[in-house]
């Protein structure tokens, strides 16, 4: 069964500090996994997404995410955090339907 | 990218009343779209896959008497919640799959908040 865990239900860093986002998946096959970011009140914002091919994969706003197979991990990073990037962040596998993970909110400190 | 549409983004009903949220595909066809429910500070739980032209597949544990589904065309899927209550009030957000597309991705509609008081 397709399940998707994220360990941390909130993370505080500073503006202009390094930042990752664990995501750890479980999937009977090649995963399709996926980054959103979702505002307050809003919906979601794909952030990036990896189907197959380098398993490090761009995403826009400056994000990035690797996915390692042996860890079972796509863990979303951004190496210098904007005030705006204060928000929610979901994991998710699957192909057709997605699973979410519980999501992950981050403050970010001036 | 693909767009989707969520009508209404916000709705206020009383009690006993039902609400009909529609979810549309703007600029591309999609025979399966998904409903998704997310409550306050929650992730999203799957409710249902829409099929055009067909019965929808309902998630365990949602009632389908109470959560009707149609997906009566390739671009429109609604969702009603018939005899609300105050425990329905959520926020729901419907997903699409461009048909033309072999990437998987899913397109999220805005979302749809419900209040029932």
């Known amino acids: 069964a397709q399940s998707v865990t994220q360990p941390d239900i909130h993370i505080t860093v500073s503006e202009g500090a390094s930042l990752e986002l664990r995501c750890n998946y479980s999937?009977?096959?090649?995963?399709?996994l996926f980054w959103y970011v979702q505002s307050p009140g809003q919906g979601l914002q794909l952030l990036l997404k990896y189907f197959s091919g380098d398993t490090l994969v761009q995403g826009i706003k400056g994000f990035e995410a690797e996915f390692k197979r042996s860890q079972s991990s796509f863990n979303l990073r951004k190496p210098s955090v904007h005030w705006s990037d204060a928000a929610e962040y979901f994991c998710a596998v699957g192909n057709p339907y997605m699973r979410f993970g519980a999501g992950t909110r981050l403050t970010v400190k001036p | 990218g693909a767009v989707v549409s969520q009508h209404p983004s916000w709705v206020i009903c009383k009690s006993g009343t039902s609400v009909k949220i529609e979810c549309r595909s703007l600029?591309?066809?999609?025979?399966?779209m998904f409903w998704y429910r997310q409550f306050p500070k929650q992730s999203l739980m799957l409710m249902a896959t829409s099929n055009e032209g067909s019965k929808a597949t309902y998630e365990q544990g949602v009632e389908k008497d109470k959560f009707l589904i149609n997906h009566a065309s390739l671009t429109l899927s609604t969702l009603t919640v018939t005899s609300a209550h105050p425990e329905d009030s959520s926020f729901y957000i419907c997903?699409?799959?461009?048909?033309?597309?072999?990437?998987?991705?899913?397109?999220f509609g805005e979302g749809s908040r419900l209040t029932v008081l």
């Open positions: 997903s699409a799959r461009d048909l033309t597309s072999n990437t998987g991705e899913l397109f």
């Open positions: 999937y009977g096959a090649t995963p399709y």
């Open positions: 600029d591309f066809q999609a025979t399966t």
